[in-house]
């Protein structure tokens, strides 16, 4: 059973930035594919990123269109952390962002693909 604590939500101005981090507690973490989720009021939960291994110290990132070219997802394996920086942020980015992992993942945008889940931390970004 896997662990995932999210941290560094909050409240930040439109065109303002933000990392969220994932910490996790298995030491194998570095292998697993790691996804950013976020839910806003009264929508589903939509795919934002994620971070997928491919093998020895290669990893692929992907992004769903809304934030590509402002998100950035990374790792630092040895802090068993993965990151969400987000940038030139818009009020439509306000949400709860969750943090989901697991072994294999064949479709990294299907949270139904992910075992194991974060609680959650608040992004609100205001206009």
């Known amino acids: 059973q896997v662990q995932l604590v999210e941290s560094g939500g909050g409240l930040v101005q439109a065109g303002g930035s933000l990392r969220l981090s994932c910490a996790a507690s298995?030491?194998?973490?570095?292998?697993?594919?790691v996804g950013w989720f976020r839910q806003a009021p009264g929508k589903e939960r939509e795919f934002v990123a994620a971070i997928r291994w491919t093998g020895g110290n290669t990893y692929y990132a992907d992004y769903a269109d809304s934030v590509k070219g402002r998100f950035t997802i990374s790792r630092h394996n040895a802090k068993n952390t993965v990151y969400l920086q987000m940038n030139s942020l818009k009020p439509e980015d306000t949400a709860v962002y969750y943090c989901?992992?697991?072994?294999?993942?064949?479709?990294?945008?299907?949270?139904?693909?992910?075992?194991?889940w974060g609680q959650g931390t608040q992004v609100t970004v205001s206009s």
């Open positions: 989901a992992a697991d072994r294999s993942v064949a479709v990294v945008a299907e949270h139904s693909e992910y075992r194991y």
């Open positions: 298995d030491r194998t973490f570095s292998t697993y594919t």
